[in-house]
């Protein structure tokens, strides 16, 4: 009877010691490392991609005027808000250095924004900058992940490709209790933390005078916060148990269960 092993290796990749061969253990390596950035791209990419459209998505800018008052609050007209807030996303995509927005108040021509304002919407600007790199960056090695090892050279199975990519949803799943914790000693406390640790001191506003923080209050950025965690949260829970619910029967538990 032939003795049973578990070793797959190939004999021929070993050396006289049973030790793997260097090129074959720098491929296996490399093989690891590949895998690791795979999974990490996933919730890198899901975060990015979402606060991209999120920036540029005009709906969000006119949800930030009407539900919180800006009109009243800043005392210029809704029609020059959301022009304001146009000119703004474009500003986000262009080249220009320094945001210039013009804006009519109370029949005067004035910036919506003032110095302060505008250092620190250029601080913002280089920030999304940096972001958009690393959410093109994620999303492109994840195309090529699929397309190099699971389609052309088919190392791994669909089933092994679901496996990472539920590795990656439940890491997306662990940052999101991670940022619930840090924030349920209050919203207020954590935009602070958030703020010192990314920009420069310029990012503390006047509410009673100070267009940007009339026009996007704290309120709106909790409501905004809490919509991007509640999807991340959707999206993953189904793409970890998703594929261990197998009947009709179960699936409608399972979501009612997610919307209860």
């Known amino acids: 009877m032939s003795r049973r092993t578990y070793d797959t290796t190939n004999l021929a990749d070993r050396d006289v010691a049973g030790r793997l061969r260097p090129g074959r253990l720098i491929v ?3 093989r690891i490392l590949a895998t690791l950035l795979f999974i ?5 990419a899901f975060a990015t991609t979402t ?24 005392g210029i007209s809704r029609d ?4 304001g807030s146009a000119e703004l996303r474009q500003y986000f995509n262009d080249d220009q250095q320094t945001v210039r927005i013009r804006v009519t108040q109370q029949g005067k021509d004035v910036s919506l924004f003032n110095p302060r304002e505008t250092d620190h919407l250029k601080d913002v600007k280089s920030r999304l900058d940096i972001m958009n790199k690393v959410q ?10 699929v397309a190099a090892v699971v389609l052309w050279a088919r190392e791994i199975t669909l089933r092994q490709l679901s496996v990472r990519v539920m590795v990656g949803c439940l890491i997306t799943l662990l940052a999101i209790g991670g940022t619930a914790a840090f924030a349920s000693s209050g919203f207020d406390l954590a935009w602070v933390r958030f703020h010192e640790v990314l920009f420069s001191g310029n990012w503390r506003f006047n509410p009673a005078t100070d267009h940007l923080i009339q026009m996007f209050p704290p309120a709106f950025w ?6 991007i965690g509640v999807f991340f949260a959707i999206v993953s829970i189904r793409q970890v148990f998703g594929p261990c619910i197998e009947d009709q029967h179960h699936r409608a538990i399972f979501a009612s269960i997610i919307f209860l």
């Open 51 to 74: 606060v991209r459209y999120v920036t540029n998505e005009q709906r969000v800018y006119r949800y930030a005027i009407d539900q919180y008052n800006g009109v009243a609050t800043t």
């Open 136 to 145: 093109e960056f994620s999303v492109l090695y994840l195309l090529i992940y």
């Open 222 to 227: 909790q409501s905004i916060v809490f919509f």
């Open 80 to 83: 020059e808000l959301l022009r």
């Open 28 to 30: 296996g390596v490399f």
């Open 40 to 44: 990490l791209s996933i919730p890198t």
